[in-house]
């Protein structure tokens, strides 16, 4: 870790920056959006330099490189060979997965989502005409687990069609096990249920923690569901805005590419190109060394509400840098909870709600940031809960 700089304070005010730049109050800490305050790893910035000297920014082509480096990437890190004719390249996770259930959803059908979970689901699916259907995840003193017993019985519906896997699952925090992935598999194939799997943080689990991607555990998984991913989390490059559509099922992929171009989000840019070729082939130590900084950071967020607000229960997390805290003990809204952090500590976080009405009384945090910086979010947060 020593090589990485992570303590390094990044001003990000004024370079455009959703998180930082939205908000008018120059005292405001955000710590909402899931993006990071660390610089990406330097072999990215320095291969984009690089393609920056070139001076020519036409319309791009993804070469054999790509794919390669992607293939490879996932073979080495999670055992999943990737094939060539296998990928759609797309400009993100958000668009792939509004494609997705175009191609393979009609209008009202419904979609299985396990709550509380990533607000961009929700919108997918409203915006595809289709219906969200809620599997409510169970926890257990912190620790999220799947209801299984609910889960077929919404897989057995005949209006339903697709269920969205977040794996791991934002916001809660779980990479989940083999066995809990393949209960989900022999329910949904069961029941001809499509598994659209969100493995976008599948870099970002905790050191010792495994990510299981839910195609790699056989044909029919592979088969019988639409894996997406990109390195925008894990590197730290989602304004680049590139992501993969991993499709083995030829029908399912032909659909899925036809969607992707109907809606016109089939190009993408030569420096999300060059900063995936570059993650996925030089970026490893850097991404080693990250995840020991993330997961000291969730440990001292651990021990600082332990300390100072032991009314507040951090989640039992495994993966992502995105601290789920259980605040129910406080008997108010999520809502109130986040207007009184920004108005009386200039603290912008994200209300569980905007998971689904399973986050209510709960607050999402996002800790990846300098130790410095995240030490400071915890002291407004004790300044205005304790």
Not at 172 to 196: M, P, S
Not at 343 to 370: D, K, S, V, W
Request: some cysteine.
């Amino acid at each position: 870790m020593a090589d990485f700089d992570f303590d390094q304070v990044v001003e990000r005010r004024g370079s455009g920056s959703v998180k930082w730049d939205i908000n008018s109050d120059s005292n405001m800490l955000p710590m909402w959006v899931a993006d990071m305050d660390f610089k990406t790893a330097p072999v990215i910035v320095e291969a984009l330099a690089r393609r920056v000297e070139h001076g020519v920014f036409g319309y791009t082509h993804v070469a054999d490189e790509y794919y390669a480096a992607l293939s490879d990437w996932f073979e080495q890190r999670h055992g999943f060979a990737i094939a060539r004719e296998w990928v759609i390249y797309t400009s993100g996770v958000v668009p792939a997965l509004s494609a997705i259930l175009k191609a393979l959803t009609k209008p009202g059908d419904g979609v299985i989502v396990q709550t509380p979970a990533y607000n961009c689901f929700f919108s997918s699916i409203r915006n595809t005409g289709c219906r969200l259907i809620e599997s409510p995840l169970r926890n257990t003193n912190g620790y999220y687990e799947m209801n299984f017993e609910l889960l077929e019985q919404q897989a057995s519906r005949e209006d339903v069609t697709a269920m969205i896997l977040c794996n791991p699952h934002n916001p809660v925090g779980r990479a989940w096990r083999e066995d809990e992935l393949r209960k989900v598999g022999e329910i949904c194939f069961r029941h001809q249920v499509t598994v659209i799997s969100d493995e976008i943080h599948c870099d970002l689990v905790f050191p010792g923690q495994h990510h299981q991607v839910f195609a790699a555990l056989g044909e029919e998984f592979l088969q019988n569901s639409v894996t997406c991913h990109s390195p925008s989390k894990s590197f730290n490059i989602a304004g680049l805005q590139i992501a993969n559509i991993i499709a083995a099922n030829s029908s399912i992929r032909q659909r899925v590419d036809r969607a992707i171009n109907v809606h016109e989000v089939c190009d993408v840019n030569p420096f999300g190109v060059t900063a995936l070729i570059a993650a996925y082939t030089q970026g490893a130590p850097w991404l080693d060394a990250l995840r020991e900084y993330l997961h000291a950071n969730y440990l001292y967020v651990e021990q600082f509400l332990s300390q100072y607000l032991p009314e507040l229960k951090l989640t039992q997390q495994q993966a992502t840098y995105l601290a789920w805290i259980d605040c129910r003990a406080l008997k108010t809204t999520s809502h109130q909870i986040s207007e009184q952090l920004k108005q009386q500590a200039h603290l912008h976080i994200c209300e569980g709600t905007l998971y689904g009405e399973f986050g209510e009384g709960y607050i999402r945090l996002n800790m990846a940031c300098p130790r410095s910086v995240l030490h400071d979010g915890l002291e407004r947060l004790k300044r205005v809960l304790s």
